[in-house]
């Protein structure tokens, strides 16, 4: 009952929401909780990692909770699944009892778009052509990857998540979320429908994703940054999804018509901003993101977890621990008043030569001489 109160009260944010007093005016610093899932162990390999071979990476073990059952479990019945038992110490974590609520405990589910055409593009023209030349444009004619849509291969993705989330929840307890977000880019909205809107949900746990600025990718000067119009993704996305408050008409922050992408600091103070908002406003305990490659190496990397590179349609859980600090106390968050928010990224006019790490794009020239296009080189960011 009260959780359908507060969906229908929810405005433009997520079903469970309610603001976090005692985050009000003071800084929210993020940990990573590890020992609960393989991607923490510093002994697991990213590369190649596959959460449908692993429960999502949740761990075997046993938590301080364990065997408290909210409804007196008589011996002999079905034993509590390892996501049940987990998700009771999480719910205890965050219980009155232990905290005096400047702490809070989140699990966030962080997935990667299936594959997009601006990842065959990069491929199919290698990495450097890529950067300096074809990703600036919205397409070769035949293929179009501005703001691009998800291949066959990227709607295959989305569909075996799907299939594996709802396996999870039907035989191995793990909660539905309580909110679900996603990038404005069209790849995501896709995956995170693909994923999520067919799975049988509980009643007061409806899929309505929250379509949030800040969990775009990298603005680099890539067209495959540059997101559509607020009328043309409502066209787009299905009727559940929903805009945060404040989604403006046009994309204000894309500067790639001036040749200017986005530092990895900026970057970082903006994925901080995001985590805050969702923080300071949702209470909901289980919440998923459907982001990027770039975007999510960026929140793992404020929120304290170890790199863990995603290849196309992969999830990854972590723990989140907030605090809610007072005073001085608060570290400041990276990178807001020194770092230049955007800068120059060199091209070439025309398909380039070559590009020579850290220093830029070899253009060619109508001398036919070629010439080096800047000092400053196109991050070698595979932008996804
Ligand atoms: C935990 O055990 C189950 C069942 O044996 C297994 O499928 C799963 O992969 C294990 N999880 C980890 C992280 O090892
Ligand atoms: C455009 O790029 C795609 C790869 O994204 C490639 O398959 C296709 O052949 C290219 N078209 C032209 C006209 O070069």
Request: hydrophobic share 35%.
């Amino acid at each position: 009952m009260k959780a359908t109160t507060l969906t229908a009260l929810g405005l433009a944010a997520s079903g469970a929401s309610a603001r976090w007093h005692e985050a009000d005016g003071a800084t929210i610093r993020y940990s990573t909780v590890s020992g609960y899932f393989l991607q923490d162990e510093p002994t697991t390999n990213p590369s190649g990692f596959d959460y449908a071979a692993w429960n999502f990476g949740l761990l075997n073990r046993t938590y301080p909770t364990d065997g408290w059952g909210h409804h007196q479990p008589s011996s002999g019945s079905v034993a509590s699944t390892q996501w049940q038992r987990f998700a009771r110490w999480v719910d205890y974590l965050n219980s009155n009892c232990r905290n005096d609520g400047r702490t809070r405990y989140k699990v966030l589910v962080m997935g990667r778009h299936g594959q997009g055409w601006h990842n065959v593009a990069e491929t199919y023209y290698g990495t450097p052509a890529w950067n300096c030349y074809w990703a600036e444009l919205d397409g070769n004619g035949t293929a179009t990857w501005a703001d691009p849509l998800l291949t066959p291969q990227g709607a295959a993705e989305a569909s075996r998540a799907n299939a594996y989330f709802a396996s999870r929840l039907r035989d191995h307890g793990m909660p539905a979320f309580d909110s679900y977000y996603s990038s404005p880019l069209k790849r995501c909205i896709q995956t995170a429908d693909g994923t999520f809107s067919s799975l049988h949900l509980p009643a007061g746990k409806p899929f309505r994703p929250t379509i949030k600025e800040l969990f775009r990718e990298g603005i680099s000067i890539h067209t495959c940054d540059r997101r559509s119009t607020r009328r043309e993704i409502r066209a787009f996305a299905p009727a559940s999804f929903r805009f945060e408050e404040g989604f403006t008409e046009e994309d204000e922050l894309w500067q790639g018509a001036q040749s200017k992408g986005e530092t990895e600091a900026h970057e970082q103070a903006r994925s901080k901003t995001v985590l805050d908002d969702v923080f300071a406003h949702d209470d909901g305990t289980w919440l998923s993101v459907t982001s990027h490659s770039g975007e999510i190496r960026s929140l793992l990397a404020v929120l304290g977890h170890r790199e863990f590179g995603l290849g196309t349609g992969q999830i990854i859980p972590v723990l989140v621990r907030a605090e809610a600090v007072r005073g001085g106390g608060g570290s400041p968050p990276p990178g807001t008043t020194t770092a230049p928010g955007f800068t120059f990224e060199a091209t070439c006019t025309a398909p380039p030569v070559t590009s020579i790490a850290g220093q830029g794009c070899v253009c060619s020239t109508t001398g036919g001489v070629p010439a080096l296009a800047s000092a400053t080189p196109t991050p070698s960011l595979r932008q996804m």
